[in-house]
């Protein structure tokens, strides 16, 4: 069964230094997406990163990278820089292939928290 | 583009009452999906549409909840003879391409007393 594992349930960061919050999934699909989802208090999700499977470099987008370790079956989130403003929740999230029929699943998460 | 909607934002009812939330995803997404959430717990997933179609139910969705989309637009989540353990967050997200990231609404507290 399609599976996200996120081992660290809190975490902390002294506030400009580099945090990786780390992510293992189990799939048998061939294609599938990872992403990452921050969720402050304020309950909404929002998207931060996405890795293809067939993607052969790791994704970057602004301050946040994806740390893809396909035979590991790994997907770490990197925040350079941490700001007081990224204590939040973080998911890790896959969305399965074909035969998982292209929903999500989400890992438990893990609870950052930047000091100042 | 106002992004997903979600309402009632909070909704609090009594054990065994019918309850109905509606979603309208971003106009020109044709997957949509409904997640429930509990404190402390990543999103679980609950059902999927494309277009006007469910296309797989979780089995965590239980004779009691039902979900509908007419005419592939908005959609609605009812959960009859509402228990206790209904009490989460119910997230709507909609996407125009599975390889791509959903959009979430904020979603509706429920809260069975």
């Known amino acids: 069964a399609q599976k996200i594992t996120q081992t660290q349930p809190g975490m902390f960061v002294q506030e400009k230094e580099a945090v990786t919050l780390d992510c293992t999934y189990d799939?048998?699909?061939?294609?599938?997406?990872l992403f990452w989802y921050k969720q402050p208090s304020s309950g909404e999700m929002i998207f931060l990163i996405y890795q293809g499977s067939y993607d052969e470099q790791n994704a970057t987008e602004g301050r946040y990278s994806l740390n893809f370790q396909k035979a590991r079956k790994s997907a770490n989130l990197v925040i350079s820089a941490s700001q007081l403003g990224d204590s939040a929740m973080y998911f890790c999230?896959?969305?399965?292939?074909?035969?998982?029929?292209?929903?999500?699943?989400f890992g438990a998460g893990t609870r950052l928290f930047v000091k100042a | 583009d106002t992004g997903v909607s979600q309402n009632p934002r909070h909704k609090i009812t009594k054990r065994g009452q019918n309850v109905t939330f509606r979603c309208d995803p971003i106009?020109?997404?044709?997957?949509l999906y409904w997640y429930r959430q509990t404190l402390g717990q990543g999103p679980e997933f609950l059902t999927y549409f494309q277009n006007e179609a469910q296309l797989e139910k979780s089995r965590l969705l239980s004779d009691r909840f039902s979900a509908e989309r007419p005419k592939g637009s908005f959609s609605t989540l009812e959960i009859q003879r509402t228990e206790q353990g209904d009490s989460a967050m119910y997230l709507c997200?909609?996407?125009?391409?599975?390889?791509?990231?959903?959009?979430f609404g904020q979603g509706t507290r429920l809260t069975v007393v």
């Open positions: 106009s020109e997404h044709n997957r």
């Open positions: 997200a909609s996407s125009l391409d599975p390889d791509r990231r959903a959009f």
């Open positions: 999230a896959m969305r399965e292939g074909d035969t998982g029929g292209f929903k999500t699943i």
């Open positions: 799939t048998s699909d061939q294609s599938y997406g």
